[in-house]
Every structure is written in C-alpha cells, then in structure tokens.
C-alpha cells in the first residue's frame, strides 16, 4: 500500500516536472500557474517519497549483510534503525498526502472584537491585532486595515498561504491579567473573539445590487463629533441575510463602498461555506461563539507569563515572544493536528 503510494508521490511530480519545462504549458500563463501551484504542494512528499527509497534501500542491505555475516551488533543497530525511520516516513507520507483546505492560499479578513470584561476587553482585542498584525509581518504577508474603532478592528492579511495560517486563531481568546486601572491588584479574566474569514472574489460571491440597502452619512469621531463635513461613510445592508458592514475610515464615499463590499462578499462566502459543510466545518458563529470565558480556544497568561492552546493541548512558557507575533510553534501544532485529523476521516 505504502509502496503503490510512494509511487504515485514520484509519477506526479515527475509529470509536473515535465509540464513545468513544456514549452507549450510555459506559453499558457494558466497552465503554468496551476502546475507550478500543484509542484510546490507536492514538493514536500516527493521529498519524503525520495527519503523512503534511500531509507527502503539501507534496510535491504542491512538484512543482506546481517545474512552473510550473522548477528552483528552494528549491522543490527543499522537495521533497526532504518526499520523505525522507515515507520516514520510512512505517517508522514500520509500527512503530507492529506487533502488541502481548498481556501488555505486564499487572503484573510481577520474581525476582531471585545467579548467579556469590558473595557478591559477593549484593550486585549488591541493587544491582540498588534499580535497578529506582527505574525503577518514576520510571515512576509502585507496587513491591510479595513475598520479600527471603538474596540473593534477589521484587517486584511494578503499573501499565499495567508488562510492557511491564520485560520487556527479564529475563536475566543481569553487573557488573565492585572488591568492598569485595577488599584488593588487583582487579576481579571476577560475575552476578545477572533474571526477568520477567506476573501472571496467577485467571481465566487455574485451580489445582486438590488439586494443591498446602501447608506451614506458623515464619519464621526469620538463622543460623535463629525471628522468630515461630507457624506463619506458608508453601511451596506445584505437584505436577504441581514448582514451589514459599515466603513468610515476612508474620506473617500467610493473607498469606503469599496472596502465595505469586500468585507461583505467574505462574509457572504463563509456562510456560503458554512452551509455546505455544516458537519464538518465550524461556521463563523461557532468560530467566535459568545465571547464567554469558557469558550476560549487560548489562554494568555500574564502572572505565569505562559500560553495554553486549549484545542491541542500545548502550553508554552513565552508570553512575551508569542505578544511580538512568534506563534510559528503553536500554528505548527494545529496544522500537524488538522492534518492527522482529516487523515483519519479520509
């Protein structure tokens, strides 16, 4: 079975190899994109197909010379060696073979809001964008502001690959912590929820104008003081869903429609997602639930200086490296623990 699937491993990407170096396919930009998007997702099992030849091939010859020259202790050692990288490769063969999320290339619009603890919730769903918008960075993506206000913030992460991260920080987020305006030193525990949507493209999200309710008034700033003296902002209302998306950043009315129909179409696409794999797959409301406190997929612990991931049962004792945006280790984890996870529903 292994064998017929290491095979498979190699055919494929020789095949893609050669597509890549056809004339012909480098002459249709179509071609050429979707056989070198397939090569790179193939490339790390052709390189664990190519590691089980060689690791197949020293076993062979560790049994050959255990053989023709009996029991040797080094011969041996060899052999079992090789037998247990042998075992090895084939789960990772496995994993690395698992269908991908069809969304994991796509671009994020990441929705983060306070859930409980009031104003302190405010204040970690800021701590929380600055976290995220330095993982982007780091990852080499490009951090787009959408919406930022009242405790709210609404962002863009760009880049290949970018759902593929950041997916695993959708859901609730709960700190523990001793707030700057808490004179007896007290540590409270509030929450802010984290939702991860693909961004669709006009394409994949058709929105039918006469569906939508579309508003203009003035950008107000705080205590509702106008910023603006023209009707710049914008609140688009998806009639047949309820949904609405408000936008007040921009001075221009034209950037902020804009800005609030990509948010709207990403919108329209989760759910669309979420419809059509219920069983499965986890819908926005689910991804961010109430904001309660039990509802925490992560925990931030300030005292301890520790982060506990609740969904793999991870704890690291990094706080501060992790609030600069390395959470390379935790992301690892849960695409490790996806992987398996789909693998056993395959």
Same mark, same amino acid.
């Given at each position: 079975m292994m064998e017929e699937l290491v095979s498979q491993v190699e055919e494929r990407f020789a095949e893609l190899e050669r597509e890549l170096s056809d004339p012909e396919v480098i002459g249709d930009r179509e071609r050429y994109t979707a056989a070198g998007k397939a090569y790179r997702e193939l490339e790390p099992a052709a390189r664990l197909a190519a590691e089980y030849r060689r690791v197949a091939d020293d076993l062979e010859g560790a049994r050959e010379l255990l053989a023709e020259h009996g029991d040797d202790a080094e011969v041996r050692d060899m052999l079992e060696s090789a037998r247990e990288r042998l075992e090895a490769l084939e789960e990772e063969i496995r994993l690395a073979m698992v269908e991908r999320d069809p969304?994991?290339? %796509?671009?994020? +619009? *990441?929705? +983060?809001?306070?859930?409980?603890?009031?104003?302190?919730?405010?204040?970690?769903?800021?701590?929380?964008?600055?976290?995220?918008?330095?993982?982007?960075?780091?990852?080499?993506?490009?951090?787009? @502001?959408?919406? +930022?206000?009242?405790?709210?913030?609404?962002?863009?992460? %760009?880049?290949?690959?970018?759902?593929?991260?950041? %997916?695993?920080?959708?859901?609730?987020?709960?700190?523990?912590?001793? @707030?700057?305006?808490?004179?007896?030193?007290?540590?409270?525990?509030?929450?802010?929820?984290?939702? *991860?949507? @693909?961004?669709?493209?006009?394409?994949?999200?058709? +929105?039918?104008?006469?569906e939508l309710q579309i508003d203009v008034y003035r950008s107000s700033g705080p205590g509702g003081q106008s910023v603006n003296t023209t009707d710049s902002a914008v609140r688009i209302t998806h009639k047949p869903t309820g949904i609405v998306v408000s936008m007040q950043d921009e001075k221009s009315q034209l950037q902020n429609r804009e800005r609030a129909l990509r948010v709207l179409r990403a919108r329209l696409y989760e759910r669309a997602l979420a419809e059509q794999r219920a069983s499965i797959d986890a819908t926005r409301a689910a991804q961010v639930g109430t904001g309660e406190r039990a509802e925490k997929i992560r925990t931030y612990n300030y005292g301890e200086r520790r982060v506990k991931d609740h969904r793999v049962n991870v704890l690291l004792h990094n706080l501060d490296a992790i609030l600069m945006g390395e959470l390379d280790e935790l992301t690892a984890a849960l695409q490790d623990d996806e992987k398996r996870r789909r693998l056993q529903h395959a």
């Open positions: 969304n994991d290339d %796509k671009n994020v +619009i *990441v929705e +983060i809001r306070p859930g409980t603890g009031g104003d302190e919730a405010a204040l970690w769903a800021g701590d929380l964008y600055r976290m995220l918008s330095r993982y982007a960075e780091r990852r080499g993506f490009k951090v787009e @502001p959408l919406a +930022i206000g009242d405790g709210t913030y609404t962002f863009a992460v %760009k880049g290949d690959g970018a759902y593929s991260v950041f %997916k695993y920080e959708a859901g609730t987020h709960r700190v523990q912590r001793v @707030p700057e305006t808490e004179s007896q030193g007290r540590i409270h525990t509030s929450t802010a929820t984290v939702a *991860v949507l @693909p961004e669709a493209d006009e394409v994949e999200v058709g +929105i039918d104008p006469s």
